[in-house]
C-alpha cells in the first residue's frame, strides 16, 4: 500500500515588511523622525507611490505632509497632524465652486469637498490624528484611498 499525502501552505508578510519594501530609503529615514504612529494607505501601497515626506513641528505638535504619486501620475497630497490638546477645523470654500458632503472613512465622520477644477478634499479625525487628502482624483478614488490608511510604527 502506497500513502500519500500533500500539504498546502500560505504565509503573508507581515504590514511592516510589505510597507517597508514599498518605501524608499530618505522617505524611512523621515518616517523615524515622527514622534507618532502615522497612517499610511497600506492597502494601496503598490498602487501609489510615496515620492516625499516632509515634517514640521508646530507647538507640541507635528504636521506630517506626504506626496503621493497615483497610478494615472496624478499627486496627492495626505497632511497628518497630531492633536495634543483637542482640535477644531474648518472649511471655507464658494459655494459656487465646491460642494461639499459628509462621507464616512471607517467609520468616522469625515468632509468631502469636490471642487468644479476636479480637486477633491477629504478630511477626517482618527483618534488623536487629523488627516487631509487632497488631489485631482475620483470621489471614489480618494474614498478608497483614506479607507486604506493604517497605523504603521
Do not use: H
Amino acid at each position: 500500500m502506497v500513502k500519500c499525502s500533500t500539504e498546502i501552505s500560505f504565509s503573508s508578510p507581515t504590514q511592516k515588511e510589505k510597507t517597508e519594501n514599498y518605501l524608499k530609503p530618505e522617505v524611512l529615514r523621515t518616517l523615524k523622525e515622527v514622534p507618532y504612529k502615522i497612517l499610511l494607505p497600506v492597502d494601496l501601497i503598490g498602487s501609489y507611490e510615496i515620492e516625499e515626506i516632509n515634517t514640521n513641528k508646530m507647538g507640541n505638535s507635528t504636521e506630517v505632509n506626504i506626496t503621493l504619486t497615483g497610478k494615472n501620475s496624478e499627486t496627492i497630497t495626505i497632511t497628518e497632524i497630531n492633536t495634543t490638546k483637542g482640535f477644531r477645523q474648518g472649511s471655507s470654500y464658494d459655494i459656487e465652486d465646491a460642494q461639499m458632503k459628509n462621507v464616512k472613512v471607517k467609520g468616522q465622520d469625515a468632509t468631502l469637498i469636490n471642487y468644479k477644477n476636479k480637486l477633491l478634499s477629504l478630511s477626517w479625525v482618527d483618534n488623536d490624528i487629523f488627516i487631509s487628502i487632497r488631489g485631482n482624483i475620483s470621489q471614489d478614488d480618494i474614498l478608497m484611498l483614506a479607507n486604506s490608511m493604517r497605523r504603521i510604527d
